[in-house]
């Protein structure tokens, strides 16, 4: 392969992104796959946003994440195929330039909620945080992404085979087209 691919999987908190992402490696050879997540700044760092009412920081913004040390590690990657997963990657303009393909995760906010309740963060999020912080940020996320043309939509409540499916008939189609 002459051109590495890069492949976003981008979109709402609890849609399936890592589970899609992390299930790549069963189909294609020389994957790599950074998770934004790796990426946060430390609790006590300057780039954290406070939200004193919740004694909490907004860990759902693009400034809670080390954009720069992910952008070192997207450089330093040699595989065929990289996958960047993370709710907020398409908030950093240089990740949707070297974007090949884009998957955003969409979610009701009902649904979202169902299965964000259910998960244990550390540290702990406070009740309210994902009415009053959490979901917004991923409402203002949608906004800017809904009208990009080459955005491929996911819809969290099909099934992770289904969606993954999706996304490997995507890559197996870029990589014929590639080839041409």
């Given at each position: 392969m002459a051109k590495r691919l890069v492949v976003v999987i981008a979109g709402v908190t609890c849609?399936?992104?890592?589970?899609?992402?992390?299930?790549?490696?069963?189909?294609?050879?020389?994957?790599?796959?950074?998770?934004?997540?790796?990426?946060?700044?430390?609790?006590?760092?300057?780039?954290l946003e406070s939200?004193?009412?919740?004694?909490?920081?907004?860990?759902?913004?693009?400034?809670?994440?080390?954009?720069?040390?992910?952008?070192?590690?997207?450089?330093?990657q040699t595989s065929d195929i990289l996958v960047l997963e993370g709710i907020l990657l398409l908030d950093d303009i240089r990740i949707f330039n070297l974007a090949d393909l884009i998957f955003f995760t969409v979610l009701d906010k009902e649904i979202c909620w169902s299965r964000r309740e259910t998960r244990t963060y550390l540290p702990p999020e406070p009740p309210g945080y994902f009415d009053k912080y959490a979901w917004p940020e991923y409402e203002k996320h949608l906004e800017m992404i809904k009208n990009k043309t080459n955005v491929i939509f996911l819809n969290g409540v099909d099934s992770i085979d289904f969606n993954t499916s999706v996304v490997v008939n995507q890559i197996n189609e870029l990589l014929l087209n590639l080839k041409k």
């Open positions: 849609g399936g992104k890592t589970t899609i992402a992390n299930r790549l490696t069963n189909t294609f050879n020389s994957i790599s796959i950074l998770h934004q997540d790796d990426f946060y700044y430390t609790e006590y760092d300057k780039h939200i004193p009412e919740l004694n909490y920081h907004a860990w759902d913004k693009i400034s809670a994440y080390n954009m720069d040390k992910m952008m070192i590690a997207i450089d330093s």
